[in-house]
């Protein structure tokens, strides 16, 4: 079952224009919301995070955006840089213990020079 | 300050052999999470381990695999008589607190292939 969706499974954006990468999630009793970057042979890299209690974290390029009635939260990223093309993950928690976090499976964005 | 440790970065099984996957935590963190990522899928949490204890193994299928944090040394995932089925990306990840607002750090895990 899951609980985290993200429904695209490749983007492509041209260099210095916005990169939007979207999630959604089921559970109405996630707390909490991660983003993270993977490159491909490594581990997934912490970007950046957002509360339920908030609607928008902001990050320098990075920004995460949260609906809660929609259960969907979504990642801009502006402007975009060619070393910005990896898998994203979005990333859902039940609580703020951060004991276990539900993955989405991920969307590969590449940047075009 | 070196980051999550894992080996080995690739590690090949016959079905039927035991595979034992390591992970050392940052230094100065104590919480230990195992997590793993199926082909053209996204990561599964398995279990959650501070030292000497096992906190949440949720995740963890019923037979075969076990995990340990000892007082000493890395954290160990064990899986035995693998199977074809367990071919994939095992990524460990620690914290220092179980509070987690800023995620975990990954380690970058351990490809296993099960022939």
């Known amino acids: 079952d899951q609980q985290v969706k993200q429904n695209s499974p490749s983007l492509s954006v041209q260099e210095g224009r916005i990169s939007i990468l979207n999630c959604d999630y089921t559970n109405s009793m996630f707390d909490y919301f991660l983003w993270y970057k993977k490159y491909p042979a490594e581990g997934p890299t912490f970007l950046i995070s957002i509360s339920s209690i908030k609607d928008k974290n902001e990050d320098g390029r990075f920004t995460v955006f949260l609906n809660k009635s929609a259960k969907h939260l979504s990642l801009h990223i502006v402007p975009s840089q060619p070393g910005d093309s990896a898998v994203y993950f979005c990333a859902a928690s039940l609580d703020n213990t951060g004991n276990q976090f539900y993955f989405g499976t991920g969307t590969s964005l590449t940047v075009i020079p | 300050n070196a980051g999550v440790m894992q080996n080995p970065r690739h590690l090949v099984r016959r079905r039927g052999q035991e595979a034992r996957l390591r992970c050392s935590p940052m230094k100065g963190h104590s919480h230990v999470y195992w997590y793993r990522q199926l082909p053209e899928e996204g990561l599964k949490f398995m279990v959650y381990?501070?030292?000497?204890?096992?906190?949440?193994e949720s995740g963890m299928p019923k037979e075969r695999f076990s995990a340990e944090f000892p007082k000493e040394g890395p954290s160990i995932l064990r899986i035995q008589q693998v199977v074809r089925g367990d071919s994939a990306a095992y990524f460990c990840?620690?914290?220092?607190?179980?509070?987690?607002?800023?995620?975990?750090?990954f380690g970058s895990g351990t490809r296993l292939t099960v022939v």
């Open positions: 381990l501070q030292k000497e204890n096992i906190i949440d």
């Open positions: 990840a620690s914290s220092p607190r179980a509070w987690g607002t800023n995620g975990y750090t």
